[in-house]
């Protein structure tokens, strides 16, 4: 199982070993309708609070590229995750609705920080053949974990709500200690004179790198309906909240269950052409939700979409890692990360708007349409990216 990820280094391993213990730990956020409701809060004030939520995961990344680069990956990750840890105190202690809303902010900020270094951390530490590999192997671990945490965070929310805070508090404390006890940066080149100095002047001249952004984007965005409009097309069907966990358990058996195989077959493969394809799976997949009923359709338009999940898994923040500079890896990273964030936070107001304001076949369509042309368009930028890289090639020989 683990053939495809032979030869990575301890550095990789470490991250994903880390990942794993901190995303069992990813239990309050899929929960915290549930806790507002219990304290009394309001149906618009539970917006707010969402909503910091949501901006958090836009400020985040944003500067936890920033710091990878100017402090260091490490450092960066700490500053995450402890914040991470008195974010959950923070967000369980608050008396108000405002309090509530800015420890939100606050978490999903500090956790966003950590996935910009840690991805610079890996590109640091892996040569660019093998970077796919390890991206992957990253993005195994956050399903590994997030699936565990599905199960165990309904056993322990049955148990009392201070439970998912404790176990998060801890979890993030945790890897933090992986962080400052297993992990090693490796030595960096200083930061070139024209790389943009310390800010994201470097990320904003590289137009290849500011056409490829939005087409993951879009991508993105598709993928993140299956988080959010998803469950109101099970409920419009009057299917109860038991048949949504049985989709997400389908999805993460299949994406557990496949990864290793199908990075090793495809690895080798063009990493666009992949990406491509996986993403009109995905595409394809989230349209058939439209035109689900029944449970058994559902789960066959889960399958579709968690096949493209497995096929794409690390090529997009390969490509970028690829095209960064190596003294603006961390800022090319967040820039991806921050895409990602806008991805989500579109999918939760415009998906949303879109699905319950004009009707939920326009947004079955438009997704289909968007992933379509999103992926299509990011073939054609493959001469583009492979003459880069042949340049950057030339110039570090």
């Known amino acids: 199982?683990?053939?495809?990820?032979?030869?990575?280094?301890?550095?990789?391993?470490?991250?994903?070993?880390?990942?794993?213990?901190?995303?069992?730990?990813?239990?309050?956020?899929?929960?915290?309708?549930?806790?507002?409701?219990?304290?009394?809060?309001?149906?618009?004030?539970?917006?707010?609070v969402l909503g910091a939520l949501g901006a958090g995961?836009?400020?985040?990344?944003?500067?936890?590229?920033?710091?990878?680069?100017?402090?260091?990956?490490?450092?960066?990750?700490?500053?995450?995750?402890?914040?991470?840890?008195?974010?959950?105190?923070?967000?369980?202690?608050?008396?108000?609705?405002?309090?509530?809303?800015?420890?939100?902010?606050?978490?999903?900020?500090?956790?966003a920080v950590v996935g910009p270094a840690a991805y610079a951390l890996m590109a640091d530490a892996v040569d660019t053949g093998w970077r796919q590999r390890a991206y992957a192997l990253f993005g195994w671990g956050v399903?590994?974990?997030?699936?565990?945490?599905?199960?165990?965070?309904?056993?322990?929310?049955?148990?009392?709500?201070?439970?998912?805070?404790?176990?998060?508090?801890?979890?993030?404390?945790?890897?933090?200690?992986?962080?400052?006890?297993?992990?090693?940066?490796?030595?960096?080149?200083?930061?070139a004179k024209d790389a943009g100095g310390q800010g994201y002047g470097v990320v904003l001249r590289d137009r290849l790198l500011l056409t490829l952004l939005p087409l993951f984007g879009i991508q993105l965005f598709v993928y993140s309906l299956t988080e959010v409009a998803l469950p109101l097309a099970v409920r419009d069907s009057g299917h109860s909240p038991a048949v949504y966990g049985i989709l997400a358990a389908v999805n993460a058996v299949l994406v557990v269950g496949l990864q290793p195989f199908a990075t090793a077959?495809?690895?080798?493969?063009?990493?666009?052409?992949?990406?491509?394809?996986?993403?009109?799976?995905?595409?394809?997949?989230?349209?058939?939700?439209?035109?689900?009923?029944?449970?058994?359709?559902?789960v066959v338009?889960?399958?579709?979409?968690?096949?493209?999940?497995?096929?794409?898994?690390?090529?997009?923040?390969?490509?970028?890692?690829?095209?960064?500079?190596?003294?603006?890896?961390?800022?090319?990273q967040g820039a991806f990360s921050w895409t990602w964030g806008v991805a989500r936070f579109a999918a939760l107001t415009l998906g949303v708007t879109v699905y319950t304001g004009i009707g939920p076949a326009v947004l079955w369509w438009a997704a289909l349409t968007a992933g379509l042309l999103a992926a299509a368009a990011t073939l054609t930028l493959r001469t583009r990216i492979a003459a880069r890289a042949e340049r950057d090639h030339d110039l570090a020989a």
């Open 265 to 298: 077959r495809l690895a080798a493969l063009p990493q666009l052409r992949v990406q491509a394809a996986g993403s009109g799976l995905i595409a394809v997949g989230v349209a058939l939700t439209g035109i689900s009923d029944s449970v058994a359709a559902y």
């Open 143 to 191: 399903n590994i974990g997030t699936a565990v945490a599905g199960v165990l965070g309904g056993f322990l929310a049955a148990q009392g709500y201070w439970l998912l805070f404790a176990v998060d508090a801890g979890t993030a404390l945790v890897y933090a200690a992986v962080v400052a006890t297993r992990l090693r940066e490796p030595a960096r080149s200083a930061p």
């Open 57 to 111: 995961n836009l400020l985040g990344p944003a500067v936890g590229g920033l710091l990878a680069d100017r402090i260091g990956r490490r450092p960066t990750m700490l500053i995450g995750l402890i914040g991470s840890a008195v974010a959950q105190g923070a967000l369980f202690l608050a008396p108000g609705v405002w309090t509530m809303a800015a420890a939100a902010l606050l978490l999903s900020a500090a956790g």
């Open 301 to 332: 338009s889960v399958a579709v979409w968690s096949i493209g999940e497995v096929v794409v898994a690390g090529i997009a923040a390969s490509v970028v890692a690829d095209l960064a500079p190596a003294s603006a890896r961390g800022r090319y």
């Open 1 to 48: 199982m683990f053939s495809s990820f032979r030869g990575l280094p301890r550095t990789v391993w470490t991250l994903f070993a880390g990942t794993i213990v901190n995303r069992l730990g990813h239990l309050v956020t899929p929960f915290l309708v549930f806790l507002l409701a219990d304290r009394g809060v309001t149906g618009t004030e539970t917006s707010y």
